[in-house]
Structures are given as structure tokens and as C-alpha cells.
């Protein structure tokens, strides 16, 4: 089983990397088809199922599904490890399916376990729950397990920029760091020195309550109109944030997806009117 997975990781891997619409660290859709938007997922198998029924991509060539956050929540072993990575797994498993289809974003979380870093789920540190988690399942085999599923996390895209300029990533830099804020990161390979603070993968993933100004902002140097975000936690599953910004949650009951056209252009509002709690896919 170790070796299974850590070919899966690498599979993964090779798969982000060599995905038809990305350039850079850009997942680029084109002017037709649908895509479909998961908030967090943070360990939730039933919304991630409910959500490949709902894509039904084996019917639906010209669908695009993309995923952010997918680890840290969900069901624990015996002793209250984080079994999260297996959702995970599965989720490689759809990619490779599916590899110009399924799209699977960085987010905090990722780069918590790149860098080794501490984050907090409710009151609980994820990182070591799913540590002690695969170490009690892979034993002697961890260390080689975890540097493959590092190296796939290193390989999943920034973002998703749709030609109807709707833009779509885990977060954006928080106000202060607005100015410095390198775009060249979607672009040129990232590092995990790129992840820790205030470097700009760390900056794209990890900030919150953006004012008006800083969309602003970041929509005219993007050269997008609405963001599609992740991150910050949404008790009813999404919320309009200003203007041009949607933050999507689906990772607890009222969770929701997002789904839209890529022949037309949307503001904030009508983009809205695609939210779909996942509650009601049956």
C-alpha cells in the first residue's frame, strides 16, 4: 500500500503539472463549457461525491471542476488522527481521470504541510492530527509517503482565470500587503520559500477580509471582473464580499458549490445565482 500511494502522489503530480490549460501556475479555461466551484472541503467525502455526481464528467467532456483545500477535517482514526489525505487520494484519483477536467488548487492548508507549519481547525493543530494519522497507518514507510505527497502539493496550481474574466483562487493577499504583491509567482515555478510569510504564495493563499480598494486593485492587475474565493469560513455556505468577490464554503451542512458558463460574462450578482447548496443533490 505505501508504494501504491506514493506513485498515486507522483501521478498527481505529473498530472498537475502537464495539465492542458494550465500556463504557469494559471489553470486558463476557454470561452465555452461549464465550470463547477467547491468552497473548502476540509475532509468532507459526502460533498465531494455529491459533487463528482453532480459534474458527471464522463458525460460532460466540456465541464471543468476545480477543488481547493481538500485536507485538514473530517473523519479521525482511534485516536483522533486526521484520515483527510485519503479524500485526497481520491481526489488525485479523479484528476487522473479526468486530467483536463479536475482541477485542484493550493491552498493554506497545503502549504501548512510543505513548510511544516502549525494551523488551527477548530481549537485543534491539523497538521500533526494528520501526521500521527498516516504515520500510524504507513509506519516505517511515513517519511517516504509524506515527501510524495509533498511533492504533489508543490505541484498544484495558483489559480483559474476564465476568458468571461472571472478569476478563481483559495484567497488573496490581504490589504497591507497589496503593494508587494509579486504577480510574477503565476508565472515562474514556485518554492517553498515562496510559502512562508510575507513571500507570495504564502500572500495568495492565506489572506482575509479584503476591502473594496484591494479588489479593486487586484481585479485591474489581473485583468479579471468578479473573484471566486475560498478560505474564510461561511456559516451559510457563501456570501458576496464587495463588489466583485464571492467566497464559497462546502465543507459543513449548508455548504455550497458554484457553477457557471464560460460563453458569457457575469457580475457579482448573476454570478450568484449559481450557487447550489449541496444539500440538495440527492
Known amino acids: 500500500m505505501p508504494q501504491q500511494t506514493i506513485q498515486l502522489y507522483l501521478k498527481g503530480a505529473q498530472a498537475n503539472q502537464s495539465d492542458p490549460c494550465r500556463q504557469g ?32 464528467l464522463e458525460n460532460h467532456p466540456e465541464t471543468h471542476v476545480i477543488f481547493q483545500e481538500i485536507i485538514h477535517g473530517g473523519p479521525e482514526d482511534e485516536k483522533g488522527g486526521c484520515l483527510s489525505y485519503r479524500l485526497l487520494l481520491d481526489a488525485i484519483r479523479y484528476k487522473l481521470l479526468y486530467p ?51 511533492r504533489y502539493l508543490l505541484s498544484q496550481p495558483l489559480a483559474v482565470k476564465c476568458q468571461n474574466r472571472i478569476w478563481i483562487s483559495h484567497s488573496l493577499p490581504a490589504d497591507r500587503y497589496i503593494d508587494s504583491f509579486d504577480t510574477e509567482i503565476l508565472n515562474r515555478p514556485y518554492t517553498i520559500a515562496d510559502m512562508r510569510r510575507p513571500n507570495p504564495v504564502y500572500l495568495l493563499t492565506w489572506g482575509r477580509r479584503h476591502s473594496q480598494d484591494t479588489l479593486d486593485r487586484l481585479a485591474q492587475r489581473l485583468d479579471v471582473d468578479v473573484f471566486v474565493l475560498g478560505h474564510q469560513p461561511q456559516d451559510e455556505g457563501w456570501t458576496i464580499a464587495g463588489d466583485n468577490a464571492l467566497i464559497l464554503a462546502s465543507e459543513h451542512s449548508h455548504g455550497c458549490l458554484l457553477t457557471f458558463t464560460l460563453d458569457r460574462f457575469y457580475n457579482v450578482e448573476l454570478l450568484s445565482e449559481g450557487i447550489v447548496p449541496l444539500a440538495s443533490i440527492l
Do not use: W
Open 25 to 56: 501556475n494559471i489553470i486558463c479555461l476557454p470561452d465555452q463549457g461549464r465550470v463547477i466551484v467547491s468552497g473548502d472541503l476540509h475532509g468532507h467525502r459526502r460533498h465531494f461525491e455529491k459533487i463528482v455526481d453532480y459534474a458527471d
Open 100 to 150: 483536463g477536467q479536475v482541477h485542484i488548487l493550493l491552498g493554506n492548508h497545503d502549504t501548512a504541510v510543505i513548510t511544516n507549519g502549525s494551523v488551527l481547525k477548530n481549537g485543534k493543530e491539523m497538521n500533526t492530527a494528520m501526521k500521527d494519522a498516516m504515520k500510524r497507518q504507513y509506519q516505517n514507510d511515513y517519511e517516504l509517503v509524506n515527501e510524495a505527497l509533498i
